[in-house]
Nanobody, 123 residues
């Protein structure tokens, strides 16, 4: 499975961005999906993760009500819609797939990774 993230950029506080993760090589219909962020000088952290059925979500408190995760019908893309962005949201965002399908918040449980895309929130 290959994942490729895109959609990052510079955005002002309060703005929105939609990150995309293109999936190829296999379907993700049995996998959990997750978006992870690594801010400068900090460890990678799970931002928003969904189990294989998308009925159990993990998210860090700081993005509650602002970020949503979704996948398209044929499981070839995963999205992270981000609204009301704040400077603390700045970081390199990566998409990942977890074959066990549990939706773990730990990056160590994810086997397939896309390269990161940089999101900078600044005025």
């Amino acid at each position: 499975v290959q994942l490729q993230a895109s959609g990052g950029g510079l955005v002002q506080p309060g703005g929105s961005l939609r990150l995309s993760c293109a999936v190829s090589g296999a379907s993700l219909d049995s996998s959990a999906i997750g978006w992870f962020r690594q801010a400068p000088g900090k460890e990678r952290e799970g931002v928003l993760c969904a189990n294989r059925n998308d009925d159990t979500m993990y998210y860090i408190d700081s993005v509650k009500g602002r970020f949503t995760i979704s996948r398209n019908n044929d499981e070839t893309a995963v999205y992270l819609q981000m609204t009301d962005l704040k400077p603390d949201d700045t970081g390199v965002f990566s998409c990942a797939a977890e074959p066990m399908g549990t939706g773990s918040s730990s990056w160590r449980d994810y086997f397939y990774w896309g390269q990161g895309t940089l999101v900078t929130v600044s005025s």
